[in-house]
């Protein structure tokens, strides 16, 4: 089995293009719901 270095440390846009657009429009999808999920928390503290 071969390693190559530069395969290990390249980033993934350049390593799979596609691939990263999907993980990114997953970041994208469930950042909201974690915003809200900050918010509550927050609120909840501050309300105790």
Same mark, same amino acid.
């Not at 970041?27 to 503290?45: K, M, Q, S, T």
């Given at each position: 089995?071969?390693?190559?270095? +530069?395969? @290990?440390?390249?980033? @993934? =846009? =350049?390593? =799979? =293009? *596609?691939?990263?657009? *999907? !993980?990114?429009?997953? *970041?994208?999808? !469930? +950042?909201?719901?974690?915003?809200?999920?900050?918010?509550?928390?927050?609120?909840?503290?501050? *309300?105790?």
């Amino acid at each position: 089995m071969n390693l190559d270095i +530069r395969e @290990l440390t390249s980033s @993934l =846009s =350049s390593y =799979s =293009s *596609a691939t990263n657009q *999907a !993980v990114n429009m997953m *970041a994208d999808a !469930v +950042r909201p719901i974690g915003y809200i999920l900050l918010g509550l928390f927050f609120w909840f503290e501050m *309300a105790s």
